[in-house]
């Protein structure tokens, strides 16, 4: 006999009104440690996050908001669970972000988030309206910067950062009035 699921109470549904338009909006990064220390964050069973307090940058959480073109056809995130038989799982978060022009604020910003050993959490708002907290429980880190300034005329002068992490569950979930405590 395997270890038993309890399906009382759990729904997959679809609804026609359902937004699925693919892409991201909005990606901000913190320090875990600074996270964790503060403890205003607290995750449900279910998974989802409540922010205490009046807001994570009013509190002195240092965030970062990552500015990027929303419609670059790059910027992306990712969940991916895999489960093996031998009852061991694992959760792979990536989330991929590019950004124009290859300036020496942006090489500086990314380098600074690049360190090695950083572990970060990052917030994120995809175009459908849903909005994920990413790396809370282990860090995330900048597994690549890949800067490349173009061949052509029509290629992009750009940054790509690939930050992934390793979970034992999937991104954590937040409700618009948590992520509003975010962004504040």
């Not at 978060?93 to 604020?105: G, H, K, Q, S, W």
């Not at 790396?135 to 800067?147: E, H, K, N, P, S």
Request: net charge negative; hydrophobic share 40%.
């Amino acid at each position: 006999m395997g270890c038993p699921v309890n399906f009382s109470g759990l729904s997959i549904s679809y609804a026609c009104g359902d937004i699925a338009s693919g892409g991201l909006k909005t990606i901000i990064l913190a320090d875990r440690a600074q996270l964790v220390e503060d403890g205003q964050i607290t995750v449900s069973a279910g998974g989802a996050v409540t922010i205490g307090g009046t807001g994570l940058a009013t509190s002195g959480i240092d965030l970062l908001t990552l500015g990027f073109n929303n419609k670059d056809g790059f910027s992306n995130f990712t969940d991916v669970k895999t489960v093996n038989a031998d009852g061991s799982a694992s959760v792979v978060p990536t989330i991929t972000v590019e950004f124009l022009r290859m300036d020496a604020t942006k090489r500086a910003a990314l380098e600074e988030v690049a360190t090695p050993g950083a572990e970060i959490v990052a917030f994120v708002e995809t175009a459908a309206g849903t909005w994920h907290m990413v790396g809370y429980d282990f860090g995330l880190y900048a597994g690549t910067v890949d800067g490349a300034s173009g061949a052509a005329r029509t290629d992009k002068n750009r940054y790509q950062l690939t930050l992934v992490g390793e979970e034992n569950v999937l991104a954590y979930t937040l409700d618009q009035a948590n992520w509003a405590k975010v962004t504040l």
